[in-house]
Each structure stands twice: as C-alpha cells, then as structure tokens.
C-alpha cells in the first residue's frame, strides 16, 4: 500500500511540474490576435488637464501582466520620445480585466477604463477628466532598403550569413547566432521583434541582445513601460542607460540604427580620437556621440544573443567606412 501511494505521489508531483513549467512564450502576432489583453495592452493618446496643473498632451502605456492584469503609466506631454522626457511627471495606475474592457485605478488618478481602443480616466465623482485613443507608432526606419553597396546580412531568403542561423516560417531570423564574417562598419541598421510573455518578469521577459564587437552590448528585452536602465532595451549593457525609453510593446517590429564616426589618425597610423558611436531606437537618439572605449574601426563581429528568449530580427545590413 505504502509503494502505491508513493507512486500516486511522485505521478502527482510530475504532473504538477508539468503544468508549473515555464510561461509560453508567442513569436506570432497572428496566435495572439483573439487575445483580449494583447487587444487592451499598447500605447494611448490624448490631452486633458494633468492633476494639479494646465491643460496637456497626455500618453499613456498600458503593460499586460497576464491573466487580466494590467499596469499603466500616464505620461504628462506625450509619449516617451514624442513630448515626454526622461524626468518629466508620470503616474501609475493598476488595471484588471473584464471581459473587452479592463478598469484602472491609481493614487493621483483614481479611476479609469480601457474599452473598444479608448482609455478613459475619471476623478473621485465618475466624472470624465481625459479621454485618450490607441495609437500605434512605427519606427520611421521601419523596412529600410540597403543603400547601394551595402552588406545585406539577412533580407529573409536565407540564413547563410549566420552560423547557427535559423530562419522561421515568417521568414525571420531567430536570436541564438552570429555573423559568419566580421566588417568594419559606418553604419548598421538592424530590426527585432520581442516575443509575447505577459506573465514573465524582468530579465526573463524577451530577452537577447545585439553584439558588436568593441562596444557594449545593446539590450534588447521586453521593457516596455519601464524606466528604462542599462540593463533595459537600447541600454549599453551595464555602462549606460537610454536618454528615453523607446520600447515599444512585444510584438511589434523595432528598429536599432547604430552609426560610428569616422576614424582618425596621424601621420604615423595612430588613432587620435577614439571612435564613438550614436544609437536610434525606433528613430529616436538615446546614445549620442558615445565613446565606448572600444576597438578602432578593425573589423567588428556581429551576434544575436538567444538568452532564453525567441526574439526574432529582420532586414540586418551594413554600410562600411569609404
């Protein structure tokens, strides 16, 4: 009887292991289409009077942290990049769903709504003080052509410039590899998308990174909504944080356009300035002119970093120094 019920006992163990396994993680926009937290979750627009103060431009994005749960944070002058300001007031807000709708409450904002692609907020008396609609912004690189002469790396039709390279039924480029051969670059303009993962937390939500050698990796990681650290998306890992969260939500194609500055020497060789390099992400600068204290302009290596995560990338190219 004993052995029996020791059996019952592990059987029982192994199953809840199963399903206590890690979160699923989607790489298809197309599998999450019906997903009423992923219709509610994204980045909303508007103007109305900020507590306290005149009448603004109000953003606001709302993060789906699984199983109905949202959080939001309310930007006063506009969304992160387009009016609002590393510094510039922001509020909090909490959110659950019901149904196609989820309602929000907050310290400073005390209650709101997000229904049918609207995010209304309301004072202590129901009555309406903002009301913002969905917006989607995309990057203004999006889909950009290699200039001529150009190094094309990947543009979807093979792997072959990667080692480990794994090309996806989307015709995408999976992180987990690196470039079969290194280039001196002026110029790199790369595209990711990050996984779907609400219920994931922190480091384990969407996370890669872009290599290039002499420089500290770039973070690419689901931080949509947050303060954006240097451990965050567009952050020089663990050197620097972005000037401006520009994260947009998992999902959605982004753009990194890295540009180095021209190399210069004496008469004998030897460099006089070091290189520095400036980033875009999705269009906006959040590192200028950044000295990295890395190597000359030798040829740089390129990897995807696959920490965990299945974050895809597209239309990878390069221009070298003339």
Not at 19 to 46: K, L, R, S, T
Not at 66 to 93: C, I, N, S, T, Y
Not at 99 to 122: C, S
Not at 163 to 180: P, Q, V
């Amino acid at each position: 009887m004993s052995r029996l019920l020791l059996t019952a006992l592990l059987l029982l163990s192994f199953c809840s292991n199963v399903h206590a396994g890690p979160d699923p993680e989607i790489i298809n926009p197309a599998e999450v289409a019906a997903d009423p937290d992923f219709a509610i979750q994204g980045e909303y627009v508007g103007n109305g009077p900020w507590p306290g103060g005149e009448k603004t431009k109000i953003g606001a994005q709302v993060i789906a942290q699984g199983e109905g749960k949202f959080r939001a944070v309310v930007f006063k002058g506009g969304l992160p990049g387009d009016g609002w300001r590393r510094g510039d007031a922001q509020l909090a807000m909490e959110g659950r769903r019901e149904d196609d709708a989820a309602k929000l409450t907050g310290k400073e904002l005390p209650g709101g709504k997000i229904a049918g692609g609207k995010m209304t907020i309301t004072d202590v008396d129901g009555k309406t003080r903002f009301e913002l609609k969905r917006t989607e912004r995309k990057s203004p690189t999006l889909e950009a052509k290699p200039p001529k002469g150009a190094v094309v790396l990947f543009d979807g039709s093979t792997a072959d410039s990667f080692r480990d390279g794994k090309i996806t039924d989307m015709k995408t480029l999976e992180a987990g590899c690196s470039a079969n051969s290194e280039h001196e670059m002026a110029r790199l303009h790369i595209e990711f998308r990050l996984s779907w993962k609400p219920t994931a937390r922190g480091q384990g939500r969407s996370n890669s990174g872009v290599y290039i050698g002499g420089i500290p990796e770039i973070q690419v990681l689901d931080s949509f909504g947050l303060d954006g650290r240097s451990n965050e998306c567009g952050g020089l890992y663990g050197r620097r944080e972005p000037d401006v969260n520009m994260c947009l939500p998992p999902l959605v194609w982004q753009t990194f356009d890295v540009e180095f500055s021209a190399e210069r020497r004496d008469d004998e060789g030897r460099p006089t300035e070091p290189i520095r390099v400036t980033v875009r992400h999705n269009g906006v600068v959040i590192h200028e002119d950044y000295d990295t204290r890395g190597k000359e302009s030798t040829p740089r290596s390129l990897h995807l970093q696959r920490h965990g995560n299945r974050v895809q990338y597209r239309n990878i190219w390069l221009v070298e120094p003339k």
